[in-house]
């Protein structure tokens, strides 16, 4: 286990680096900006993919799978598409290796250079589209709608476990429509699906919002989005639903006859998630200790550890957990009995302390004799005894309850960490003393957006989608704002 | 739909490539050599993908995930690993693109060249090794039991849809152990695994054995494997399991304190199936009316198709349906009901035909006054009329006898399939006439095996597990034989 975890009062981003690598969720690898997902971390992707699958599922949607690898010329028919990915591509130039002549190693076989150069996916618009082409021609065929789970490219400088790494996983909806009204709506559901599954399964609350054109998707007409506030007063952008109008199906040709029998271009909407919001869920929650997992998304909901000298006091103990552990797992918990003879109590105490299991049983000779548990939860840190034949209503009742009090946790702080201002001197001084949202009026232009994150590190996180529409005066230009939008310094 | 399918017995090879793009599993795209896994192609995978890992953890096998890219230098750490893959690499070795300066497009910025290339996995032992280098110190880290699902690419000059493409999905387990005895214990308990999910899932009879050694994985010390026959009298490798002993463990320096504090090489094992088994899937059970599907892996089990004359019509017969399909939900039975206006009752017969789905109801007016529906197997072609009230008991009745018809049919031709020879005229001669794996006896050697390839295109498909083990002599040169070995034409 080594070392205590630093406070977050003292380096709060060394606390979220050395939580998510002491915690077992990832750890950095031997290729520049590529993580490696324990099997811990995975576990809970696992669980963040299970659940978003069955909202896309509900909602009409299909997985299929595109290739990885696209051909340099599609990238680039899509003009603000190709400016914003070229500088971060991976590029595969060559197909094969062979032992250098001077004994030196392995190297590239230039004789084997491709025709055509190919880029790993940075994300798949343009090689979907290119294959749209091909499956829609009237408008039987629409809506087309579809996902895929998939691994992608981007050739960051500056790497973070999770929050930005070479390659990361996600999943990439891509969806057709006959008409822009469709497609709007797609986009707008698809927002609604994150913020449902951010604030219902990870307990992360969330602001619905849409993008300001600097901050939009590269090809995207606009960019809805769900805006989450870290413990260090800093946003972190959780997941993005673009409406692309028809720029990607004039890019790639893609037409299709309408009841009518017209020819017109289709309507196209994609969104996506990524590993990036394992990274959001540990910094939401978590604390000192380690890790505070969500109920529905932890690996393991229930550990139980047995305290006794002996193999005779184990035996006793392990007759009285056993049905137990049957009788969780049939109510669909996931229970860990951990009876490992080779660790001591206070040290699994800390290790599914730090690794965030929301309950922890133990049990123990006074236990024994008394028929009872020791019941702790995670969240709060509080232990109780409950009687044996009560401790199973408990385990579903703290399920319920610490997710439900880890989520209103994170609004409380998020609404204490909203603030009006009026001024740009206020503005700068709040974000320099308390961080968080700041809603502030804004003149709508490129010009003013770019003066403030240039002075100030802040950006426009979006333009929400609920609160106040009152329009009134840029807090820095003076001119005229149709109504305030929320800045942040961001992940 | 297109025009019919090509016969079986015409082209069995172009029967092949029409029925995966026209049954919507798959098709090619702009990308050489890769493929576009279409949704309805991706369900049955992902069907696949549920019971194969669910059969991995409850083997206590956990998930997690390594790059996608590994560094040239890790490749060629193990000899004869990187012999086995240099010549198939994707190489990245640019990590941006720039607008050329003549106008002419979008090209690999030379400035941005990677110190060290990078290629894309075609199998993750060596970074997984190098990884696994940091988690296992001790005796206690071990058995290190784990498994990813990833995409892989190995640039293949020929490729075809599912059984031979350059990107292609597979899931791979990595497992370490602290003796030689558990490993092999391991890689075997692997190949049972397989075995159990071909047979119980797939429907498709496989053989188990052991590959030769110029047959055996890159880096193996043995290579376990099934092996299935296809309807061409052509066999299938539909999946291996490796004994890999120290040969990574060395490379990659991994090392464990034993019990006994001493300093030894970790032992190793690596196993795997790909989305090949769609191809397999394919050629074992369909048709020349298309797909022939299990139960167990059908996206769609039942299709419910009304036949009627106006709106009236079809209402009544909805209001029947609809709690049929309800109640078939219930039971875990997937169910369409097509009550489509824009397509006639024989056209999409021919699609679910087409499509494989096992069993198709029709429901018409006389089955409406007589309380009936007509119900159609996939597998045997056969309809008959059922009484409302012993629809589910007969669909519940079909699912099993289907699964089990399809295996068995499989299995029949596999027997009349395996032919005995005892001498290399004769060999020839069933090879030439009638296929399928062929028992003779070898005298062990490399060169004989090479010959027989050369003059014959068979190869040894497996020393199997099980069958004959009476020593005699070598078809080809009269040698002593250990025992009879299976040899075939495969893909």
Redo the contacts between chains.
Sequence with gaps: MGKKLTKRSEDYSKWYNELVVKADLA?N???RG??????YG??I??KMQAALDKKFKETGH???????????????KEASH?EGF?????????????NAEDGS????DEDAKLEE????RPTSET?IW??YR?WIQSY?DLPLL?NQW??V?R?EMRTRLFLRT??F?WQEGHTAHATEKEAIEEAEQMMDVYADFAENHMAVPVIKGVKTESERFAGAVETYCIEALMQDGKALQAGTSHFLGQNFAKAFDVKFASKEGKQEYVWATSWGVSTRLMGALVMTHSDDNGLVLPPKLAPIQVVIVPIYKGLDQLDAISKKVDPLVKELRAKGISVKYDDRD?YKPGFKFNEYELKGVPVRLAIGQRDMENGTYEVARRDTLEKETVPMDEVIAKIEFLMEDMQKNIFNKALDYRKEHITEVDSYGEFKKVLEEKGGFISAHWDGTVATEDRIKEETKATIRCIPIEGDTTPGHCMVTGDPSARRVLFAKAY
């Excluded at 070229?86 to 062979?98: I, S």
């Design positions: 750890e690898s031997g290729v590529c993580m490696v997902i324990k099997p995975y576990a992707w696992e299909e997985n299929a799978y595109f290739p990885l690898l696209i051909p340099k010329s599609y990238l680039s190709v070229a500088k971060e591509c991976a590029v595969v130039t060559h197909y094969r290796l062979k190693g392995i190297i590239v150069e190919l880029i790993i090689i290119d294959t091909k039987r579809i998939a691994n490219v050739w070479a390659e996983l080779t």
